[in-house]
């Protein structure tokens, strides 16, 4: 079985049960409650937009062995304790204890880029460890190449800012305050830097508090009793799910992203999972990425933890039920997961990271084309959320212009699923896009246009969900903007005669004679004042033949402003004039029925290769 920690083996199935139903559901839920004001906290008090307001930042909690036992709905969570535990050793550790780290490399991908930083701290009832809480955020700057750390240009991790090994930043109680001064002092936003620790240092010590008190209310052995077996009812759920969704064979899928920003690319990842019987008779089930592509000379690489496979499809299969909460049996149902050095989900050291975001979401996509390959029921393929930065001055009439930085996240469509439409515009899980009045407060730009874009999501029985207009009117002084988009070569598949969804498209001064298109992945566009910039992102793949979506529902779409006339009649043989519905020529059209097949990517296809 593939560990999720290195700390201790699971505990042993047989064990008797200490904790019984009814404490074991209020246990859930009062560590629930707590992971929840733990982020709460952090919501409240971060200084820096991307943690305060995009909502960038993640909390969990893990047993007594570094096993996680809640986290968030986030499908990129590995082994994130030890990383700590093979510098600090369990036994070494006391109460007041504080660690950190934003080590890719030397977290084996627990954490995937460095602008994210992880807190981590013992919880003790008495002498006894019982559990550990964690927080993690993304930091807006924390040096490097440009403004923001992390940037297109980078073709080494150095390039993109500080690294942390394993640290111990509060020593019983006592802050390490030259480590501090050394992380900030690399911040180009230092002030932000400083407050956004703050947060994230005030997070950990709420989490430490909260689960001391459920442990002495209930007891150390009942607490860890009830954590061992919400861990086991995930995994069984989990395995049974996987049972239920592969036949014994090998299941196969890729799917790419367009390019590292380098000139480089098309990048497959392929993605395989075999169930075989073991030596015991029991299912094995075998996770394999060593078939994907070598890794990028640009930021696209991710450093895939062998945890997160497990961790995604958990998440998939888990479905939002009520009576399960997202912990480590998604990996433990996972038996063995076969990763290639060099590749570019595994990439060597010091490949760059920082868009790495990118390949990310294609590997959830490539996910969810391993689950239709087998007895189906996952969503057609979403867009990557798009990431753009600007970075420059402003106030120059005032004789003392000022620097900003804008790292603007903005929302993509999802794709559709069989039994409803994509989500529209979402960024990603529970994260958000700014708002239009904190971002004409905060920084200087002014919002023209801010919308679904028309299309965008891939026509199907149930639609893609639609991306984002965004155009902004430069008000500061000059910036240099980067840029993150993919999808636009390769766009999101289409799944069951659904189509493929709209890529995102980049234009400074769109209509004028200074038009300019700007690269999908690019650095170093120069802005100035008055410059226009329209951003428009892609929408999710559609499920489902199109001319199988009532025709009623097509017109609530036009209506809506998601889907024009045109594409209403071209692709959902659905005819509309002046806002209302031509049945007669809608019967007509849809008479003459185009053929599909399983797949749609620009065109149909029996496979994705």
């Not at 294609?362 to 689950?371: E, I, P, Q, S, T």
């Not at 000059?478 to 980049?506: H, Q, T």
Request: proline share 7%; hydrophobic share 40%.
């Amino acid at each position: 079985m593939t560990p999720l920690s290195s700390a201790m083996p699971a505990l042993a199935p047989d064990t008797a049960p200490i904790c019984d139903p009814v404490t074991l559901e209020i246990i859930r839920g009062a560590i629930m409650a707590t992971q929840r004001e733990m982020e709460a906290l952090i919501e409240r008090t971060a200084i820096s937009a991307f943690i305060r307001e995009k909502k960038d930042f993640y909390t969990a909690l893990f047993d007594e062995r570094g096993v996680m036992a809640v986290g968030s709905m986030v499908p990129i969570f590995g082994d994130l304790t030890s990383p700590v535990f093979e510098h600090f050793p369990r036994e070494t550790m006391k109460p007041g204890d504080l660690y950190w780290y934003n080590d890719c490399y030397g977290s084996k991908g627990a954490v995937t880029h460095s602008n994210d930083q992880v807190l981590l701290a013992p919880v003790f009832h008495g002498d006894r460890l019982c559990a550990f809480v964690m927080s993690w955020a993304h930091f807006a700057d924390i040096g490097g190449l440009h403004p923001g750390s992390i940037s297109p240009d980078a073709t080494s991790i150095y390039q993109e800012g500080i690294i942390i090994p394993p640290t111990k930043l509060v020593d019983a109680g006592v802050v390490n305050e030259m480590a501090l001064a050394i992380f900030h002092r690399n911040s180009r936003f230092p002030a932000q830097s400083e407050g956004d620790m703050s947060a994230l240092m005030a997070s950990v010590k709420l989490g430490v508090t909260r689960v001391a008190e459920v442990v002495a209310r209930h007891g150390a052995d009942t607490v860890s009793d009830a954590l061992a077996q919400l861990l086991d009812r995930t995994r069984t759920l989990v395995r049974r799910r996987l049972a239920e969704t592969f036949d014994y064979g090998t299941y196969k899928f890729s799917d790419q992203i367009d390019s590292d920003g380098h000139g480089n690319g098309p990048f497959s990842l392929r993605f395989a999972i075999t169930r075989e019987k073991g030596a015991n008779g029991e299912d094995r089930f075998i996770f394999d990425a060593t078939e994907s592509d070598d890794q990028a000379p640009g930021p696209v690489n991710l450093i895939m933890n062998k945890g997160v496979p497990g961790m995604a499809l958990g998440l998939y299969f888990l479905g939002g039920d009520p009576s399960q909460v997202v912990n480590a049996g998604g990996p433990l149902a996972i038996d063995e997961v076969r990763l290639r050095e060099g590749s570019i989900v595994q990439p060597r050291f010091p490949a760059p990271l920082g868009m790495r975001g990118l390949t990310m979401m294609r590997m959830l996509a490539v996910l969810n084309g391993l689950v239709n390959r087998g007895k189906g029921g996952a969503p057609a393929a979403h867009s990557a959320y798009v990431v753009t930065i600007m970075r420059g001055t402003f106030g120059k009439e005032t004789g003392t212009p000022k620097p900003f930085l804008l790292a603007d996240g903005i929302g993509v469509g999802y794709g559709a699923r069989d039994f409803a439409d994509g989500i529209d515009a979402v960024y990603f899980v529970a994260q958000e896009n700014y708002p239009v009045e904190f971002l004409e407060g905060g920084y200087p730009i002014r919002l023209r246009q801010y919308g679904v874009v028309p299309d965008s999501g891939g026509p199907g029985r149930f639609r893609g969900g639609t991306g984002i207009i965004r155009e902004y009117e430069i008000l500061a002084d000059e910036a240099l903007l980067a840029i993150r988009i993919d999808g636009v070569k390769n766009p999101p598949w289409g799944y069951a005669g659904g189509m493929s969804g709209g890529g995102g498209s980049i234009v400074v001064n769109p209509g004028t004679p200074e038009e300019r298109k700007i690269p999908p992945l690019s650095d170093g566009t120069a802005l100035k004042k008055g410059d226009i910039l329209r951003i428009r992102t892609g929408g999710g793949g559609g499920m489902g033949h199109p001319y199988d979506r009532p025709a009623e529902r097509v017109l609530e779409d036009v209506r809506g402003g998601f889907v024009t006339a045109d594409a209403a009649k071209t692709f959902y043989g659905v005819v509309i004039a002046d806002d209302q519905l031509d049945v007669e020529a809608t019967e007509k059209l849809r008479a003459d029925r185009p053929a599909t097949k399983p797949f749609h990517r620009n065109t149909y296809i029996d496979e994705l290769a």
